[in-house]
């Protein structure tokens, strides 16, 4: 990604940021509230078009492309605030986010043979990634029914069953417990070492986040204000300027 | 009043308001669309009927001149001819409703694309009154110009004949036994136009769709084309209300008015949906069933109070149905159902157990309901 | 021209009343229609009892219903009896629904269903009085410097103004006002800096209502009955005209929606017109031309022309004509 800039009239919310992520990498990206982290996150996934700047993803100039397009190539993203499918249980929210399903298609939906092995494999795509994110015991629930926590997993689950190959995730440990918390970003280095994905991860739980990540770009007023290693980061004084003076 | 036949009457008009219940639930209530331009769509099926009596059969099959219902000879010629001829034959005018519920679902399909263009940049409120304002744009003009179907003259068409099928049922060719056999003959569609929307919709394609209407943001983030999805709903929901149209006017009025597609139909079908149940294509034709009886049985008894007011009761009902559902039912009398597709045969077959809902319909079939399945 | 202008402006009455309460409690209210005919039935009903024991049903009532300065006072009850009804159906129907967080949508249908139960007691009122079909009354003419112009018309005029003039005064000089554009841009922080929200949503409901009132009452003396159909429908009619305005002015935007109104008017006024005269087709397809200008407007602008930023155009504008001043220098 480069030289990325995002004006909202007047404002700019992402001016001027450039950033790398290494392939099989886990990068941070912190910064107080109101910093153009969750704009940036956006205007990677293709909810807003960047004003200037180019993103580049794999190899491919993926500036300004549709949301669901820059899913295909994948990236995929999940939400600071869970957006779940209400009136789908939790299983049908993971199923449904499979990639390339034949019977979504208009007309071959009427046709049950075109896609039912199809289907019947991507459930049990589903069924491993519900274990994996350990939400079994409420995979026949509707999805508003589950706790905020479970939510948050729930949207990993379901970027996984996207067949990521880059995840961006918003604040995933926002309202878990420090236990599951770490668990989760076990889970995200396991993820790391056995199939080769990347992350960028924002997160305001520093004490964790800082514990599995590779590299941290600090964020302050839409720019980069800050990169390195999360000890050098840790240290860095800008860091603690921005964190306790506002 | 004879029970039997106001019976036979009911159920027909039920049928017809089902086809249009199911037509809008695919939209309204599977993909979330407020297609309060509904009435334009079952025009279309007016149109289609229009077209084919006067332009399409005359040449084609009675090698008669197309009738041109612009002109004033129009009556003359189509009432005394064409009808006649087409009438003549029972098998004519069933090639008149076939070629009329193919065509008016593809009018309808086209006006799904040209409407399709504001339902995926507009929101909620924004498009409800765009599409009505459209709605309204195609009644007016269908009022006008004249050569679709002569304005606001009333053009009668040659509805289906039900006479064979009552004479192969019933051997007889009484009226009573026409009436039954065309309600049968529209239940047997409706039995057609659910098991088409359970299949469409039980599969990727209905779970897309509600992925869609829930949170579009998330559809979009899991790699579904939002524009696409709203796109194909309409044209699916469209198809089946320009069917639904052609029945309607050829089967319900056996004539052809603008007037019969005021905006107003819209929020007559959009009650009979939320009355049975957003989401659910079975809720929708108990909420035909259910508001048919009291949208007759309240004009029935309204215009035997005797007081000039009295016919308008309907609106007291049919007011009070949507604000009670409203108020104690938001969701109508049959829940949304989770969507049924082999995934969940999978998950019996691994996790070895039924998914609770599921579980409790075979329950239920055996007698025994256990309402406590839901935690597990 | 005068008339169209008059038209417009009744309509605006009508539309900124449904603006006024969508700002602050984002309700697309199709009932809003009724609320236009109670106005025009209250203001039959009370010029009806002041001639009791004459012959005031049927269409008796239309001899004395005559829009002049001695009926005037009629206007107060039109404009109490439909912002009560509005201001009823809000704190009965809206708000509780609001409260368990009903979608836009389902706040939508329910106000279908009030809508047609609202017509129906309508009905019962304009039947028992036998008043379903009734031909405008008509106005008192005047002649000021050679135009024709009737009472009704500058009425239209003075009321919009008013009304205009009100709302300005509301939210710039008094607490309401204030509080009233605080629910509208954000209605959480201003429910947490202890505005009394009810208190205010109910304020702009039963203003809203009774505009509505007030301009059904204009509407029925200057079109009299909407197509020959009963005096109920007359808000039905106009209600998609009034969306139109309130979706073109930008929904929500009070003055926005007035000068939607008045542009509007204006347009159909003289397409009906144009079309009798040269098209020889029925006036009442002239409303293909302000729905036209509205939905071509939302393609463009999805938000309406409150949506447009005009600061920019203007700006862009000027600069050019700066720049040409420059050139010409």
Known sequence: MDNVHKYFGGIRAVDGVSLKVPRGSIVGLIGPNGSGKTTLFNTISGFYKPNKGRIMFDGRDITGLPPHRIYKLGLIRTFQNPRVWRSLTVFENVLGSAKDQRGENMLLAMIHATWASQEKKLAKEALHWIDFTGLAPVDTRFAPEISGGQMKLLEVARALMGSAKMLLLDEPAAGVNPVMARKLFGGIERLRSEMGLTFLIVEHRLEILFDYVDYVYVMHRGRIVAEGKPEEVAENPVVHDIYLGG | MNIISFLVTYLSVAAVYALLAISMNIDYGWAGIPDFGKAAFIAAGGIAAAI????????????????????????????????????????????????????????????????????????????????????????????????????????????????????????????????????????????????????????????????????????????????????????????????????????????????????????????????????????????????????????????????????????????????????????????????????????????????????????????????????? | MVYSLAWGSALALMASGLSLYYSVSKVANFAHGSYVSMGLLAYLLAIAFAHWGSKITGFGIDHYAIFNISNLWALIPAFLVAGLVSLASFAGIFWPLMKRGATPLQLLVASIGLMFVLRFLMYIVAGSMNWITLWTPGSTTYHILGVRITLAEILSFVLLALVAGLIALLETKTLIGVSLRAIASNPSLAEASGIDSFKVQALAWFLGGGFAGLGGVLMFIFTGPPGGRPIVELGWMNLLSIFAAAVLGGLGSFYGTIIAALILGIAFNQAAAWFTIYLNVSSSLALLIPFGITLLTLLFFPQGLAGINWRKLVNKIRITRVEEEVVRR
């Open chain 2, 52 to 376: 084919v009596a006067t332009r399409i059969v005359p040449p084609l099959m009675l090698h008669m001149h197309p009738a041109n219902p612009s002109k004033l000879s129009f009556f003359t010629y189509y009432n005394g001819k064409i009808l006649p001829a087409i009438t003549a034959h029972p098998i004519d005018t069933w090639i008149v409703f076939i070629i009329s519920i193919l065509l008016g679902g593809i009018i309808a399909a086209g006006f799904a694309v040209i409407f399709s263009y504001p339902a995926i940049r507009l929101k909620e409120d924004y498009l409800a009154i765009a599409l009505l304002m459209a709605a309204q744009i195609v009644w007016l003009f269908l009022r006008v110009y004249t050569p679709i179907m002569g304005g606001t003259m009333s053009m009668t068409l040659p509805s289906p004949s039900f006479k064979p099928i009552a004479r192969a049922l019933f051997h007889s060719t009484s009226p009573s036994a026409i009436d039954a056999a065309k309600a049968l003959f529209l239940w047997g569609l409706v039995g057609v136009f659910l098991y088409y929307a359970e299949k469409q919709m039980n599969s990727p394609f209905g779970r897309m769709l509600r992925m869609v209407r829930d949170d579009e943001y998330a559809a979009a983030a899991l790699g579904k084309n939002v524009a696409r999805a709203r796109l194909e709903s309409l044209i699916v929901a469209s198809f089946l209300a320009g069917v639904a149209g052609a029945v309607y006017v050829l089967i319900h009025f056996s004539s052809v008015n603008p007037d019969y597609f005021m905006p107003d139909l819209t929020f007559f079908v959009l009650t009979l949906v939320l009355v049975g149940g957003v989401g659910n294509n079975i809720g929708s034709i108990i909420g035909a069933l259910l508001i048919a009886l009291l949208y007759r049985a309240s004009y029935i008894f309204g215009t035997s109070l005797g007081f000039s007011w009295g016919s308008y009761l309907y609106y007291m009902i049919i007011g009070l149905a949507i604000l009670i559902t409203i108020f104690v039912r938001p969701n109508g009398i049959l829940p949304e159902k989770p969507v049924r597709t082999p995934a969940w045969d999978v998950y019996a077959l691994v996790r070895g157990k039924q998914p609770w809902f599921l579980r409790r319909i075979l329950m239920r079939g055996r007698g025994k309901v256990n309402t406590g399945e839901k935690s597990e």
